[in-house]
């Protein structure tokens, strides 16, 4: 308190250090009484509410305050009377142009001079900000919610034509068609169509989780997911005449979410084979190791690869495409980033143009 009473003195005794400082402050330096009126003010306090001192030393100063915070300021104001310390106490005053200003306040009382020391910053601007970013945050959280909607309802809705397709196959008896062609095709047919409702299942399924924050993780194999990737992209395979090469002897497996894995491999072995060269067939180098704990899976191709410098930043960028070719989405490595960092990964990649790229995936330990 000691302390409190030679500030006092200080500012009471007129010290020109004192004053000078006081007047120059760009802050809102004031002393009010306990009766609501301010005493002193210094200039900033015209300067940021737009009234001559006489205005400002005229009227109770809770008739500059904004409506919604009077009730407020007087609280604080019996608080400092019962000698309780105001530390960054944050209100709205009005200029008199009209427009609302955001003060935040330190203060403290002394009871027996009936005195009010208060020091005041503008914070409009630091306001604005948070406001902007909060509209910006809801926006994105409505957007991200709509496209979580889409995303569910495509997959849940798209189950039922399949599963009418698989009926449709299940009613074909293949012991009376004489074509063992035909019968190689309908047997395609089907186990792509499986594939895809067993897809869509677990869509459904990671959406859910997705839904309660509990993303799955369990054993996975690599042999086993690009076994089941090569039976659902078997046609495509075939018909460019790709060649598949792997090698997970090191390790054949992780710790993660099998929907996830699934569609890392799906996508990064049907782009190898969307932006092949022309006249080369596809190959695709898949294999994968383990330092020190650490499993890294490597994907490596032969393809038109990408000029880093120009994409740089964007490769794994929602709806980025790179090439003029009329499938591309910008989905599939977007995708495939957000599989991987969801649960702690990393993914890099390394690739020049007609060189072919590869990408090289990190596993959380």
Request: net charge negative; hydrophobic share 40%; charged share 25%.
């Amino acid at each position: 308190m000691d302390a409190v009473n030679n500030f006092t003195d200080l500012i009471s005794n007129n010290s020109f250090e004192m004053d000078l400082f006081v007047q120059l402050s760009p802050d809102m330096i004031c002393i009010a009484g306990y009766d609501g009126f301010f005493k002193k003010i210094n200039p900033a306090v015209s300067k940021t509410l737009g009234y001559t001192e006489d205005e400002l030393l005229g009227k109770p100063i809770n008739e500059f305050v904004y409506v919604e915070d009077k009730e407020a300021t007087i609280e604080s104001r019996e608080a400092i009377k019962r000698s309780i310390p105001l530390i960054n106490f944050e209100n709205r005053y009005v200029t008199k142009t009209g427009e609302i200003v955001w003060l935040s306040w330190t203060s403290i009382g002394i009871e027996e001079k009936q005195l009010v020391f208060g020091i005041a910053k503008n914070i409009t601007h630091k306001k604005r900000l948070e406001e902007d970013r909060h509209l910006l945050i809801a926006s994105l959280t409505s957007t991200n919610n709509e496209l979580k909607q889409l995303a569910f309802t495509a997959a849940h809705d798209l189950r039922s034509p399949v599963n009418s397709l698989l009926s449709l196959f299940s009613m074909i008896d293949d012991k009376k068609v004489d074509n063992n062609e035909v019968v190689e095709l309908l047997d395609l047919l089907k186990q792509s169509s499986e594939n895809l409702r067993d897809t869509l299942n677990n869509y459904v399924d990671i959406l859910i989780q997705k839904k309660s924050l509990n993303i799955q993780v369990s054993p996975v194999s690599f042999t086993e997911t690009l076994n089941k990737i090569g039976r659902s992209l078997n046609s495509l395979i075939l018909d460019t005449k790709t060649k598949i090469f792997s090698d997970f002897t090191e390790v054949d497996g992780i710790s993660f979410n099998k929907t996830y894995i699934e569609s890392i491999f799906l996508n990064l072995v049907s782009n190898s084979i969307k932006y092949a060269k022309t006249n080369t067939y596809p190959q695709i180098y898949l294999s994968s190791q383990k330092v020190d704990g650490i499993v890294t899976l490597k994907f490596k191709d032969n393809g038109i690869g990408f000029d880093l410098e120009k994409v740089k930043g964007k490769v794994f960028g929602f709806s980025q495409t790179f090439h003029d070719n009329k499938d591309s989405k910008g989905i599939g490595l977007y995708l495939v980033y957000n599989h991987i960092t969801s649960l702690g990964g990393h993914i890099e990649i390394d690739s020049r143009v007609n060189e072919g790229a590869t990408f090289i995936i990190t596993f959380k330990p």
